[in-house]
């Protein structure tokens, strides 16, 4: 059961964020998210005050958070940790199975082409179905999604969000890309703080318990975080005042 508080303050933390949910508003549509510019600075002041030990933990696929957070290059673990960014500008793409993925998706896609409201996003290693503008849908959704990862053999898993079913390669989550990180410079050797809103994450905040950090959950929900932020602006806020006390004077503008 995660504490209502916020977590304590470390001088020597690895941040690892979610987006949507977590710094952001969910929107209707992910292509409808836009980021600010206090958001901007914000994320950027960690990663300068943190030496670089910062990373962006999503669904979303690396070319899209690039594009969300532009002109910033920061690490980032894309589609539950299926491509990763390493802090040294190094890509790792974890191989997945290409034609089971493409089979799989083409009734999800078929599914989503029939009913209004319904969104398909293939993000390259994995495919979602948003529900979100269409909620009475719903078992409907899960159903052709649970049985098009079942005719894919082991090769795929069904990860469940908010408002939304994914395909994505199986073995693949968001704890080992933060595992991945942490075995790496600068992160290494820091402690970990996990932020995150949704189920997807809670592979994230279980590693981040295991190795003594501090996962938080923001929002409502069960959750094995220790620790709850009541929403992305508090999550934000808290963020803020971590930079203001450590890292401010290391913390740069964007232009």
Request: proline share 6%.
């Amino acid at each position: 059961m995660a504490s209502d508080a916020a977590p304590p303050f470390a001088p020597n933390p690895a941040f690892f964020l979610d987006i949507d949910g977590t710094l952001l508003d969910i929107e209707g549509h992910p292509d409808d998210v836009r980021i600010g510019r206090a958001e901007l600075e914000l994320v950027s002041g960690l990663h300068r005050s943190t030496g670089g030990a910062l990373a962006l933990v999503s669904g979303r696929p690396l070319a899209g958070i690039d594009g969300l957070f532009h002109p910033l290059k920061l690490p980032i673990a894309g589609q539950h940790g299926a491509e990763r960014r390493d802090a040294g500008g190094k890509r790792h793409r974890h191989r997945f199975p290409v034609e089971a993925l493409h089979k799989a998706a083409a009734p999800v896609r078929k599914f989503v082409a029939r009913n209004e409201g319904l969104v398909y996003e293939d993000k390259g290693a994995s495919v979602a179905l948003h529900y979100r503008l269409a909620p009475q849908l719903e078992a409907a959704a899960r159903s052709v999604a649970e049985a098009a990862v079942a005719q894919a053999g082991g090769a795929l898993e069904m990860q469940i969000g908010k408002m939304v079913f994914e395909l994505k390669p199986a073995g693949v989550n968001k704890g080992s890309a933060i595992d991945q990180f942490m075995a790496e410079p600068p992160f290494a050797g820091r402690t970990p703080f996990f932020l995150g809103d949704d189920v997807t994450d809670e592979f994230g905040f279980q590693v981040v318990n295991r190795l003594g950090g501090h996962s938080v959950k923001i929002g409502r929900g069960e959750t094995s975080a220790r620790w709850r932020l009541a929403d992305p602006a508090a999550a934000k806020a808290w963020l803020g005042a971590w930079v203001d006390q450590f890292g401010r004077k290391k913390a740069t503008k964007i232009a």
